[in-house]
């Protein structure tokens, strides 16, 4: 177990409409990461967030959005839901230090997500 | 677009035996990981190795990293079923505009692991 939890587990969805998933990071970490995994793939980063901002962002589209909070655990939010945003989203831990080291991400469970 | 890949796709060996996986990238890189997961939930950690290391092991794992050739092998040593997941690699790039910490992943490799 990483220690890092997301909510809800499963979630259906219907085209068109709007998502929030949660992300509870591990004790100690101060950023949060978002990936989406569509079925047979590997997972694709959607942003990044340290010291509350986005800090990167990969190849989403603005509907894409999300926030970190004080005690670093965060949301993923998705408007106007499209059936191709059928995927796991997992989001993943990490500690960043002051020269943006890069250290091991630590993920939680993940959220899958159903639109239909 | 992914840039690590991993090689082969799919993978089906007898407990004991040892598994190879291969993973290749494009870009320069801060550092390359490995990770589990097992039936489409989260990923599992399993090693990093840095740059400027050239091999790395824990437990029954022994990564390999040659950044000439721009590729990782991820070597499994006497395989149980409870090996039986799918691995991937991720590459964090040597970006450091932003500092941040974006992990680009494979598509992975399928290992079936039987009594």
């Known amino acids: 177990e990483t220690g890092v939890t997301q909510s809800p587990t499963h979630l259906i969805k219907t085209r068109g409409q709007q998502v929030t998933l949660r992300c509870s990071s591990q004790s100690g970490h101060n950023t949060v990461s978002w990936y989406q995994q569509a079925l047979g793939q590997g997972p694709q980063f959607i942003f990044q967030?340290?010291?509350?901002?986005?800090?990167g962002r990969g190849n989403f589209p603005p509907r894409f959005s999300g926030l970190q909070f004080p005690n670093y655990s965060s949301e993923l939010n998705v408007n106007a839901l499209e059936l191709d945003d059928s995927a796991l989203y997992l989001c993943?831990?990490?500690?960043?230090?002051?020269?943006?080291?890069?250290?091991?991400?630590?993920f939680g469970p993940g959220t899958r997500l159903t639109v239909t | 677009s992914q840039q690590g890949e991993e090689d082969p796709q799919a993978l089906s060996i007898q407990e004991g035996e040892n598994a190879t996986m291969n993973c290749s990238y494009k870009?320069?890189?801060?550092?390359l990981q490995w990770y589990r997961q097992n039936s489409g939930r989260g990923l599992v950690h399993l090693i990093l190795i840095r740059s400027n290391e050239r091999e790395k092991h824990s437990g029954r794992l022994r990564v390999t990293l040659d950044t000439s050739k721009k590729s990782s092998s991820l070597l499994i040593t006497a395989s149980r079923a409870a090996d039986t997941a799918s691995y991937f690699c991720a590459t964090a790039l040597a970006d450091y505009s932003g500092g941040y910490n974006k992990l680009i992943f494979g598509a992975g490799t399928r290992l079936a692991v039987h009594p």
């Open positions: 993943a831990s990490s500690s960043t230090g002051l020269a943006g080291s890069h250290y091991e991400q630590y």
């Open positions: 967030y340290y010291r509350e901002e986005e800090n």
């Open positions: 870009t320069s890189i801060n550092n």
